[in-house]
């Protein structure tokens, strides 16, 4: 028997109802802020990747699927969506567009990582990009927008935690002043940890490590560094998240996994599904697009992982009713009857209702079970006596009751079950 390859998961049918839930949502509040969809190639060249996600990251350095193609091309499956549209929106001229140039997505990425509850090799994500608006309203607009989303899908028990990570200007004293803290600290350290040291100082921040976290503890914050620009740049933030009503925690342990993020940077937590508590994790990375080649456009944008929103909204008891029923089954016996089934099934879907019959030639009492596993509201049994005198009983399945019903008559049909 072949299995699936670790780190992967099924989606069944009668779990897809939650999902469709969340990305009806997603679209939803996108379309209310005004962001558009793109899609694009689940895998790219990988040198995307290296420069835009960052060769110092974890993601690039332990987590890409990286393959050759037959061409002997470097290719990975996206580990993260936004690399993959900032190279869209500099090749199809979009960098021109009127801005801000809005866009949302709903895609598969892929992790070579450790599987566990909220953590797998394939994972579904919903994100947004905001670009070129460099304002803090823009910040607050985004996160915004994901909030309104928690809102609107019932997670209640969330956290926002902000943070600013400077940018080029301020970042090196800052990343100076932890690397000093960090060389005195280094024993205890993750081996990980250790060579982060070297390259870059701030994912020790990031570390999941109990000891590594212990440490960053007392380890130097970013706003102590941070220039005037980006200071200014903190409080107008908080000033607009104000504004909108949204309560946030200023955390200077975000740092985010990613290396293009500049500035903002903010997280929202759950405390109700353990270890992997992160459901959106999202910033500003002004430095992108320009780091792969295109023009210097300023870029905001977060993702959320959906299974963690699913594990969360199953937590707190959220998720919603699922609803699997059918309106009609009409159950036959013989040929002619399956046949007269078939016509009296299609006009009942034309009219835009849940309608099956029998296709596998089955005993009236096998037929009568299959009618109840599907949840059908109703059901007409038809057979010779039926199709003779073209009469024959609608069974409301709840409350037992039977109406004798013309079966030529389709729209007093769709009367009685619609
Ligand atoms: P983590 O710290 O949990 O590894 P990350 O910083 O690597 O997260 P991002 O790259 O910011 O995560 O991705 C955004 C969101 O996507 C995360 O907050 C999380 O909800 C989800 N996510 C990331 N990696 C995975 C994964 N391997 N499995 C499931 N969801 C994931
Ligand atoms: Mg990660």
Same mark, same amino acid.
């Given at each position: 028997?072949?299995?699936?390859?670790?780190?992967?998961?099924?989606?069944?049918?009668?779990?897809?109802?939650?999902?469709?839930?969340?990305?009806?949502?997603?679209?939803?509040?996108?379309?209310?802020?005004?962001?558009?969809?793109?899609?694009?190639?689940?895998?790219?060249?990988?040198?995307?990747?290296?420069?835009?996600?960052?060769?110092?990251?974890?993601?690039?350095?332990?987590?890409?699927?990286?393959?050759?193609?037959?061409?002997?091309?470097?290719?990975?499956?996206?580990?993260?969506?936004?690399?993959?549209?900032?190279?869209?929106?500099?090749?199809?001229?979009?960098?021109?567009?009127?801005?801000?140039?809005?866009?949302?997505?709903?895609?598969?990425?892929?992790?070579?990582?450790?599987?566990?509850?909220?953590?797998?090799?394939?994972?579904?994500?919903?994100?947004?990009?905001?670009?070129?608006?460099?304002?803090?309203?823009?910040?607050?607009?985004?996160?915004?927008?994901?909030?309104? /989303?928690? &809102? +609107? #899908? !019932?997670?209640?028990?969330?956290?926002?935690?902000?943070?600013?990570? @400077?940018?080029?200007?301020?970042?090196?004293?800052?990343?100076?002043?932890?690397?000093?803290?960090?060389?005195?600290?280094?024993?205890?350290?993750?081996?990980?940890?250790?060579?982060?040291?070297?390259?870059?100082?701030?994912?020790?921040?990031?570390?999941?490590?109990?000891?590594?976290?212990?440490?960053?503890?007392?380890?130097?914050?970013?706003?102590?560094?941070?220039?005037?620009?980006?200071?200014?740049?903190?409080?107008?933030?908080?000033?607009?998240?104000?504004?909108?009503?949204?309560?946030?925690?200023?955390?200077?342990?975000?740092?985010?996994?990613?290396?293009?993020?500049?500035?903002?940077?903010?997280?929202?937590?759950?405390?109700?599904?353990?270890?992997?508590?992160?459901?959106?994790?999202?910033?500003?990375?002004?430095? /992108?697009? &320009? +780091? #792969? !080649?295109?023009?210097?456009?300023?870029?905001?944008?977060?993702?959320? @992982?959906?299974?963690?929103?699913?594990?969360?909204?199953?937590?707190?008891?959220?998720?919603?009713?699922?609803?699997?029923?059918?309106?009609?089954?009409?159950?036959?016996?013989?040929?002619?009857?399956?046949?007269?089934?078939?016509?009296?099934?299609?006009?009942?879907?034309?009219?835009?209702?849940?309608?099956?019959?029998?296709?596998?030639?089955?005993?009236?009492?096998?037929?009568?079970?299959?009618?109840?596993?599907?949840?059908?509201?109703?059901?007409?049994?038809?057979?010779?006596?039926?199709?003779?005198?073209?009469?024959?009983?609608?069974?409301?399945?709840?409350?037992?009751?039977?109406?004798?019903?013309?079966?030529?008559?389709?729209?007093?049909?769709?009367?009685?079950?619609?």
């Amino acid at each position: 028997m072949i299995q699936k390859p670790k780190g992967t998961f099924d989606i069944l049918p009668e779990e897809i109802p939650y999902w469709q839930f969340i990305e009806q949502k997603a679209r939803k509040v996108s379309r209310r802020f005004g962001f558009r969809e793109i899609r694009t190639p689940v895998f790219e060249a990988t040198e995307l990747f290296q420069r835009g996600v960052g060769n110092t990251t974890d993601v690039v350095q332990k987590e890409m699927y990286t393959f050759e193609d037959r061409d002997g091309r470097s290719l990975t499956l996206r580990p993260e969506g936004t690399a993959g549209i900032a190279r869209a929106i500099i090749e199809n001229g979009k960098c021109g567009d009127a801005m801000p140039l809005k866009l949302f997505y709903f895609i598969n990425c892929f992790r070579y990582e450790k599987p566990q509850a909220g953590r797998s090799r394939e994972f579904w994500q919903f994100g947004t990009e905001m670009y070129g608006a460099e304002t803090p309203e823009a910040d607050a607009e985004v996160i915004s927008l994901a909030h309104s /989303l928690l &809102k +609107e #899908i !019932g997670l209640t028990e969330i956290t926002l935690h902000i943070n600013s990570i @400077g940018c080029p200007n301020c970042r090196p004293t800052y990343r100076a002043a932890l690397k000093s803290y960090f060389e005195a600290n280094k024993e205890p350290l993750c081996d990980t940890c250790k060579g982060r040291l070297e390259t870059n100082p701030m994912r020790i921040l990031d570390c999941k490590s109990p000891i590594c976290k212990e440490i960053a503890k007392n380890a130097p914050k970013t706003f102590e560094h941070l220039c005037a620009d980006c200071s200014a740049h903190m409080d107008a933030l908080c000033a607009n998240l104000n504004a909108l009503n949204i309560p946030y925690e200023i955390d200077p342990n975000i740092v985010r996994g990613l290396d293009y993020y500049t500035r903002t940077v903010f997280e929202f937590i759950t405390p109700v599904i353990g270890a992997q508590s992160t459901v959106c994790g999202g910033g500003r990375y002004d430095g /992108l697009v &320009k +780091e #792969i !080649g295109g023009p210097n456009l300023s870029g905001i944008g977060f993702a959320m @992982g959906i299974t963690r929103l699913i594990l969360a909204l199953e937590a707190t008891g959220k998720l919603p009713a699922t609803d699997y029923e059918t309106d009609l089954y009409i159950a036959s016996m013989g040929k002619d009857a399956a046949k007269a089934a078939l016509t009296i099934a299609g006009a009942v879907r034309d009219a835009d209702l849940r309608c099956e019959s029998d296709l596998v030639s089955r005993s009236l009492k096998a037929q009568m079970k299959y009618a109840d596993k599907k949840g059908a509201r109703f059901t007409l049994i038809l057979g010779d006596n039926e199709l003779l005198s073209g009469k024959a009983n609608l069974k409301n399945m709840k409350t037992s009751e039977q109406t004798e019903v013309d079966i030529r008559n389709i729209p007093a049909l769709l009367s009685l079950i619609r």
